[in-house]
């Protein structure tokens, strides 16, 4: 369990501060925090995302979800099932859909995997077992 | 404020595992929640840090803070007051000293910038009004 | 979610004091905080209704909802109904019966409105997702 | 102490929603939750606020604080120090300059009033005595 | 909602301070905090039970539930029927049988009232709604 | 510890429960939740009091703080030193002064005993070493 | 109730430091917070379980249960369930079956006893009354 | 931080339960939760400490903090310094009086090393950096 008064803060680039506004707070839900010329941040899911403008950004035709990604571990299933039940309504999206994976091992989870106009990747997680959240 | 019982996440790569568990668990002090033959998961001040074995991730001669970077808005100052503690203790690999931004302004805050073996950038801060860590 | 050591407070008329003491204590259960010859504070679901004495104030023969009224979103869907059931049995004046909005949709809640002796409209909320509270 | 789970809501006119969100926002910096074409929603300290596009809304020439009014109470006096501070940085409009009431008694507390741009009034108090936040 | 670092004290008279520590701990499971030779100071569900010594307390031959008796309102209903499991098992003397009180009406709660060895009543409730527990 | 989400009550006779009001409400600024014929219940720092209405309670010429009162133990000093600054300012009658008891020893305490119209003792303490509250 | 901020340490002897990281990290999911060459610590269940290197250990032949072991009570069933199951996936060497225990009794409850390469036990607990735990 | 709703619980061996209670509940001021013929159960700075009639359990001569002792870590030094006022007015039994290790490194902590009747070691610690208590 983590220390609720201080927030993880994640800067990712964004082409468009437009179109990084509209996916996160319109279709997310993530509140917005501060916009400037160069950057907007959210509260996304309590900690804090900032978006900056990077126009040069290459284009990744193929992005690949691993080594890089980043999104939330829910504690409860009903949160998990929120947030899918968030994506199918408002048409988030996805890069990968809802899944299990480990099945019959401790590590057991639910993920989903959602992909912003940047093309950055977000996994969103739920564990059968809490304690194998880290 | 957000909900405690969530966890962030993020995936980085780590182009060498040990350097990695040398780095976040021996001078972070960050307790490494499990470790496999291509990745190794940290409990990262309360959230999870997954290091994504990339043995061809590209040396980069000058990083840059933004876009991407990864790191804890502490809510209170003598915690930002220990991290800055450890890292001169353990002499942990610093990429932009400690420094104030924004003076004068409602966004005033302390800001240090450490850097990872693979080169990933990590922001440590602490706002002077904690309703500015969004 | 908030810090629940602060307080919202929120300051309305009462043409009489003794109408909004009926409503807000014997109806709905609000404990009397403090009574002055011009105003009454009320523990409003944990934070502060103040009803200033307005004799004057006047008499809205149609109130309408928008764009002035105030009231609870509950997080949990069981302190909702219990609300309906307090207004129930306790014949609580209903402006508004309870019905369900934007079913659907990401924003669907349910919700029901009440109004006191003097014309305010309380809103009482509860949403199927409750990321959508803000 | 109120159950932190739950959000208190109000909502209030607004004629023009650019300036409630430059006022909001901008100044007083609650993020931004949801914009619609007749609201915006916002983060108010935890709280929600909800601004309804009100063109009609008459422009009141010497606004009273009573008997409609909201606000937060702080339980701490630093976070009313902070509100006070960035209301200096960011020059928020400032209705009545902070002064202490009741000194003496055991009411006493201190209290700022802002106003925004539709002429809504706000206080933001803390008390020497957090009993008598109620 | 009460703040959970203070503790509410009571102090009753008990005749002998062998028997209260049998009914007390033995039998209602309250830790023991201090014995001495005129008091016995119990953990009576997280706030403080002290016995003072008092051989020559009238006996009362038929205690009365009014106006004079203390006990626990439990805000989940499992825990008042996880204590009435508790009073069965260790056969701990009971005065009132558990009943439903105003049933249909917003005040509806069940209620037991137990019997220490000096005649003090003890009440414990439930109520469907717990808004009214004050 | 206690478990916040639960409340204690204790139930006291009251000869005159304007009287009570007056003290309790008006005096240490307790809120009244609920107030009947015969009975009136306050929300006594977070726990609950209950007043009977019984006006042939006979007088106490001289109440004893042994075996029978009750209070709160403050596990901060400066919550104790508010409700000392609270008597002082609102004149609430005192049965025994603020003094320090057990000085040298790991029981040591401030306490100050007030004294409702009915004859009611109340205790409000607070240990040196939070440890010794039980 | 416990302070969550504390942390109960204990200190128990390991013949081999590696079996006993595979054992507590690999098989348990506890987080490897410190390895030195002589100790390990981890988080254990959210306390901190250091493992001191002691080659010279007897080997017990035949350990029993009492009078020494250590271990978590469970406040939720769930969380015991999901121990139960993390032992079946990953075949953690168990000492004792899980059983219940003192059935029909205030003290019943449900135990399983594991045991550590040096021949330590742990025991996991439930108890059907949560009061029981202490 | 740990989940405060489960207890960390520890057996150790007692070769005479009336000096563990003295030792545990006059001194250490622990309430003492249960007693039976074989053993009594202490609420020890909120885990759960079982003190094993072992009347045969061998008398240490020289006993060694390692490898076993278990104790406390606080978070707070304020909760150390009352541990030792304790210790000091109560005249409990130290073994290694209260000192500072490794002070200069990130691990630096004070320590105080108390023993109980049967030879059982118990350390208090705080860490000057939170975040090395585990």
């Known amino acids: 369990m983590r220390n609720s008064r201080d927030a993880f803060h994640i800067a990712v680039p964004a082409r468009d501060l437009d179109a990084a506004a509209l996916f996160y707070n319109k279709m997310l839900g993530c509140p917005v925090a501060r ?3 160069d ?6 899911f309590g900690d804090q995302l900032v978006c ?8 990744v035709e193929s992005p690949t979800l691993y080594p890089r990604h980043f999104g939330v ?3 409860e299933r009903e949160d998990f099932d929120a947030l899918l039940r968030l994506v199918n309504l408002r048409k988030v999206p996805v890069f990968q859909e ?5 099945g019959g091992t401790a590590e057991e989870h639910s993920t989903v995997v959602l992909v912003d106009p940047t093309g950055n990747l977000l996994e969103f997680k739920h564990y059968t077992d809490p304690r194998m959240m880290y």
Chains 1, 2, 3, 4, 5, 6, 7, 8 share one sequence.
Do not use: G, I, K, Q
Request: glycine letters at 0%.
């Open 35 to 37: 916009r400037y010329a």
């Open 39 to 44: 950057r907007v941040t959210f509260d996304f």
């Open 52 to 59: 900056h403008y990077s126009p040069d950004d290459p284009v």
């Open 73 to 75: 571990t829910f504690r």
């Open 98 to 102: 809802v899944r299990s994976r480990f």
